[in-house]
């Protein structure tokens, strides 16, 4: 299968499917639901049944059951929009073949280069084909790498008569990146017992638990006045905010954490004397740990009113999405299931909480139990991204390892 997901792969990066913040649409591009009709073509011309984008831009597809009618119904899930943190247009990727373990030239004339003393992972892959960027945009293997595999196991099991399943569904989401890729998704429609969404990272990884994550917005009101007469009376939001981000805990940030550590993120910072924003995340494993770190936002908003006067600063808390372990453990067979399915596909499984969140969270929580497996690539979100093709390839064939099992649940 892997001439075929990566024929599939290479087309679908050349559509630019950025999601927006900005948009107030679902999908919030139009180059999401370009991507999408494509996608529901290609999955009618695969021999895939009950092929609908809605009005939303979800893709949805029925794999019928082969010979065993009263399985359980597995779905697979994966994200048509890119990060828009880094441009996803005029993609133009490049296969390094045969990779001999040093430094990968992205841009000769930028002098933009893909090495291993600053990416030490590429050594797993010497000896195999690695699919990377030109150095000026992403690659889009979050998740389009996803998306090629789902439909190339797919194709594999409409042309294998003899491989025995019950029915299995498809579902491809807009706006994943933006945290809105389960807003307009329908659980009921799509029918599954449990799926699993095909957007994690290197071969090998299985993801059950992940961050619980609030996103926050702190608008500070400041008084501008003329600064040769300001004495007294100017109140600078910009000296504020600043401030503010420095009450943080000044370590417990992305670059200082791994593992099952949280972090407080400034994201964005935006403004002038009279108004300036700040734009966060927070991410904590625990319940605990994340109403925590909301109090202490609260609290150092608190002090810094108690020096500037009431309502300079105001803080806008959303919950995002919440540790997807708590709805999975109940149905642990289904991590065991793929766990073995990598297993008997050769893979040594990783069984690792996601720093991050996933569509599988938020639908986990909306009554589908959904981990997460790896779709292959590395570096996401930016210039530095690579996929080794052989990891596509061992996705599509987990992929159908796990649709043979359930059928033997």
């Known amino acids: 299968m892997e001439k075929q997901v990566v024929e599939r792969f290479l087309r679908y990066v050349k559509y630019d499917t950025a999601s927006s913040v900005t948009s107030g649409s679902t ?10 009709k494509v996608l529901a073509d290609e ?14 831009g979800y893709v949805y597809a029925t794999l019928p059951a082969n010979g065993i009618e009263n399985a359980q119904v597995v779905g697979f899930i994966s994200h048509m929009d890119t990060s828009p943190e880094y441009s996803g247009a ?83 989401t807009p706006d994943e990146e933006i945290g809105e890729g389960a807003d307009h998704f329908d659980v009921a429609k799509f029918g599954a017992d449990f799926a699993y969404t ?3 990272g290197e071969i090998g990884e299985l993801e059950y638990e992940n961050f619980n994550a609030i996103g926050a917005k702190i608008a500070i009101q400041g008084s501008s006045v003329h600064p040769g007469y300001a004495k007294g009376k100017m109140k600078n939001a910009v000296l504020i905010a600043n401030q503010y981000i420095s009450s943080l805990p000044a370590d417990d940030v992305p670059e200082n954490s791994e593992g099952y ?20 995340i927070l991410r904590d494993f625990t319940m605990e740990g994340v109403i925590s770190r909301r109090k202490n936002l609260l609290e150092i908003a608190d002090k810094v ?105």
Not at 43 to 56: H, N, T
Not at 335 to 345: G, T
Not at 352 to 369: C, E, F, Q, W
């Open 261 to 280: 550590e949280g972090f407080y993120h400034v994201t964005r910072i935006n403004g002038s004397v009279e108004h300036t924003e700040i734009e966060m």
């Open 305 to 409: 009113n108690e020096i500037h006067g009431e309502g300079t600063i105001k803080v806008t808390l959303t919950d995002q999405y919440f540790n997807m372990r708590e709805k999975i453990e109940p149905v642990k067979y289904i991590v065991d299931l793929a766990e073995e399915a990598m297993i008997e596909s050769g893979i040594e499984p990783k069984i690792v909480p996601i720093r991050g969140g996933t569509d599988g969270a938020r639908l986990s929580y909306m009554g589908l139990p959904c981990p997460n497996i790896f779709a292959g690539g590395h570096n996401f979100h930016g210039k530095y991204e690579y996929v080794p093709t052989r990891s596509m390839a061992k996705a599509c064939e987990v992929i159908v390892k796990i649709v043979e099992k359930v059928g033997n649940l």
């Open 198 to 200: 095909i957007d994690g």
């Open 43 to 56: 999955l009618i011309a695969i021999g895939l049944e009950e092929v609908e984008v809605d009005g939303f």
């Open 90 to 172: 005029n993609v133009s990727p490049r296969i390094v073949g045969n990779y001999d373990g040093g430094d990968i030239s992205l841009n000769n004339e930028k002098n933009i280069v893909l090495s291993p003393d600053t990416f030490p992972e590429l050594k797993k892959y010497v000896g195999q084909d690695l699919i990377v960027t030109d150095g000026t945009t992403l690659l889009g293997a979050d998740d389009k790498a996803g998306l090629a595999e789902i439909i190339t196991a797919m194709e594999y099991l409409v042309n294998q008569n003899d491989v025995k399943h019950g029915k299995v569904r498809i579902g491809f």
């Open 27 to 36: 999908p919030s591009s139009k180059g999401q639901m370009e991507f999408a």
